[in-house]
């Protein structure tokens, strides 16, 4: 009787600890709390890092354990200093947390932001971006009269806005970087020193390699929605804009997407965009609100 309990002991243990073993295993059995690639966040016109609080509580309830940086450079009336400095000045950030993160990093870029990141992973031969998100940003330009425009320029709206923005004076203000105005598309072309570079609409000497490179990114999210009341139009968030007419065409009947000068159609064709639309989101709260969050960022953050 004495050996039969002694061979029936061990069991019985085993059973009593069974409900405690998650808080006996050694961290090291839980990689998936230390596993999440490092999130890099860039913001937008006259923005700072502490407009991404909310964002980065966010991450860190939902991912716990991920390096989350907000870059801090270019703040409040510094973002208006031209994109390829400012892409310049995210590059340097950017470098150091890339080599210490060799499985990759993700990505947030918000509005303005989200320009500085497609032009920093065209000129990155040697970028880890899995997920490039991009929130409420005019990829394919603005042409809108909005409360940024009119403090900025008081005396123009967007109907003439072309007269300075696509002036060398211009062009070393950021948001003329991506003016776009489909009335005066020949200016365009001949004029911006960056949208029209970055998209491919322009002919120059680096456009293969910016492509090979654009390429290299894992997954291209695009967020935007209709209520959002700054990015005209809306639709640019989509790589939509407009024609001559004002017509909005989606991307793909957008040439850029159609000659796949930078890699959008090549990106669609493997799987690797996705589109998140969402109402009822003005511009500046994309960043704070939850139910965006979940739905179209959280997912895309391995």
């Known amino acids: 009787m004495l050996g039969l309990w ?8 085993v059973l009593l600890l069974l409900p ?26 006259f923005d700072s890092s502490y407009s991404f609080r909310h964002l980065l509580e966010y991450v860190n309830e939902t991912h716990p354990g991920t390096v989350v940086t907000v870059l801090d450079l270019f703040d409040g009336r510094e973002s208006l200093r031209p994109l390829w400095e400012q892409v310049q000045g995210f590059r340097e950030a950017m470098v150091p ?16 932001g989200g320009l500085v990141c497609r032009a920093l992973l065209s000129v990155m031969d040697d970028h880890n971006v899995d997920s490039f998100i991009s929130l409420s ?14 403090w900025l320029f008081p005396t123009s709206m967007r109907s003439n806005l072309y007269r300075i923005c696509y002036s060398p004076w211009g062009q070393e203000f950021s948001i003329c970087n991506y ?12 004029a911006s020193s960056f949208l029209a570079l970055i998209n491919g609409e322009r002919d ?3 456009a293969t390699v910016w492509r090979k490179n654009f390429l290299r990114v894992g997954r291209l999210v695009l967020i935007g929605g209709p209520d959002d009341g700054v990015i005209t139009p809306w639709q640019s968030s989509f790589f939509g804009f407009y024609d001559a007419n004002e017509t909005v065409l989606e991307m793909e009947e957008q040439l850029v997407y159609l000659r796949d000068s930078f890699g959008l159609k090549t990106l669609l064709a493997r799987g690797s965009i996705v589109r998140c639309p969402m109402a009822g ?10 139910t965006l969050y979940e739905t179209c960022i959280e997912p895309w953050l391995s």
């Open 281 to 290: 989101i003005s511009h500046t709260a994309w960043h704070s609100n939850r």
């Open 97 to 112: 947390i890339m080599a210490k993160a060799p499985q990759g990093v993700h990505l947030i870029c918000y509005s303005q």
């Open 204 to 206: 120059h000497p680096n």
């Open 6 to 13: 002694g061979q029936r002991l061990p069991s019985a243990w």
């Open 179 to 190: 003016w776009h105005d489909p009335h005066h598309d020949d200016l365009y072309l001949n």
């Open 137 to 150: 940003s005019p990829q394919m330009g603005q042409y809108g009269d909005t409360d940024y425009l009119k």
């Open 20 to 45: 405690f073993l998650p808080l006996l295993l050694p961290a090291a059995l839980s990689p998936h709390r230390t596993s999440y690639k490092p999130v890099i966040v860039v913001h937008g016109l």
